[in-house]
């Protein structure tokens, strides 16, 4: 991009382009891993009432500290998790972005390490807001490997290490016995390390939730965006241990999470049983992608997310997902020299893919 000369941006930010995945009509958009199942009609009632019951104060700022959103949180994992976990433990903001943003400006006082290619906010934020990025590198499947990596941890001593489980775009997970080595590395060179727990609902592995109470230098991120179907409501959160919490206090921007999307997340908490009972179906539905896409004679990378990314195609990456885009099929180029991938999405929407694949390999 060209900027104009009067125009002050700061010379690090002038060769970068913002982040944002093609927003453009199709038949079926799976290229951003949003949940395909809408809240069912009593829910979005719910979350209407919800709503309307702070209308009124509006004139008011928000719960400033999201207590009682926080506390379900805290329900919620440890639900999940078997933990212990209270408000204290949690901070929520306005999507995972935000906390990454917030981790960065409280913490990334040193080197930054991440295993690349993962989810590219994480070095995009960490340039923008000036720390020293560096790409650790994974194996040729893209697995992460573990030796290797607490290698470059020992190597660079890095403030904050990011792990990205299961790892976006390319769906592997993290054993926790994997996890558990990382942190020792990392509280070894006396830095972070900081889980990215987006996709964690679809995956068998133990959460590293679970690590917190012995290794108060994990933090781990995790979102209401994908297993929770909740992505238009941009309600992200952290766990971690209160310090850690107390420290994010300082970098928050104030009021930052608005009283309409903490109500709507309270809701959405409540009716937890009923947002989280289409993952299954999400995981059972990738299944039958995956075979569909060996039956095509392509190769998949191992998922334990929501998206499946594969390759084998004779075509260039960019001009397959164009030719499936003109058949009405949005998926995504993640920017891997002859690799795509496609978001799991409900029945219509996999078999159109696959059909409209068929057609073009």
């Not at 949940?35 to 009632?45: D, E």
């Not at 999400?282 to 929501?306: F, K, P």
């Amino acid at each position: 991009m060209t900027w104009p000369s009067w125009l002050p941006l700061r010379e690090t930010l002038r060769p970068m382009s913002p982040y944002g995945a093609p927003q453009v009509p199709a038949r079926a958009s799976l290229n951003t891993n949003e949940n395909p199942y809408s809240p069912s009609p009593a829910l979005q009632k719910a979350i209407t009432d919800a709503v309307a019951k702070v209308a009124a104060d509006l004139n008011r700022y928000p719960d400033r500290d999201a207590t009682v959103l926080r506390t379900k949180l805290a329900g919620y994992i440890n639900e999940l998790s078997s933990t212990k976990f209270s408000a204290d433990n949690i901070w929520a903001a306005n999507g995972s972005n935000e906390i990454i943003q917030s981790i960065f400006l409280a913490f990334a006082g040193g080197a930054i390490l991440g295993f690349t290619p993962s989810y590219s906010m994480h070095p995009l934020i960490a340039k923008v807001t000036g720390a020293q990025w560096i790409d650790g590198k994974r194996n040729a499947d893209f697995s992460l490997n573990t030796s290797d990596a607490v290698a470059e941890i020992q190597k660079n001593k890095p403030t904050l290490t990011f792990i990205t489980t299961p790892n976006n775009p390319t769906g592997g997970a993290v054993t926790l016995d994997e996890m558990q080595k990382l942190a020792d590395a990392c509280k070894s060179v006396g830095g972070l390390l900081v889980v990215d727990e987006a996709y964690g609902e679809f995956s068998q592995e133990i959460s590293a939730v679970t690590l917190i109470a012995n290794n108060p230098h994990v933090l781990v991120i995790r979102t209401m965006s994908k297993a929770f179907a909740f992505a238009g409501a941009r309600v992200g959160y952290l766990v971690s241990d209160a310090a850690v919490n107390d420290a994010m206090m300082i970098v928050r921007l104030p009021y930052h999470l608005s009283a309409l999307t903490q109500a709507a997340a309270q809701v959405a908490i409540d009716h937890r049983a009923e947002l989280l009972g289409g993952v299954a179906t999400i995981i059972a539905a990738r299944e039958v992608v995956v075979q569909a896409l060996h039956d095509m004679g392509l190769t998949t990378i191992t998922s334990s997310a929501n998206f499946v990314l594969f390759t084998g195609f004779k075509q260039e990456a960019p001009q397959l997902w164009a030719a499936l885009l003109e058949k009405g099929v949005l998926i995504r180029d993640v920017g891997l020299s002859g690799y795509l991938r496609v978001t799991i999405g409900n029945e219509a929407e996999n078999a159109l893919f696959v059909s409209a694949l068929k057609e073009l390999i």
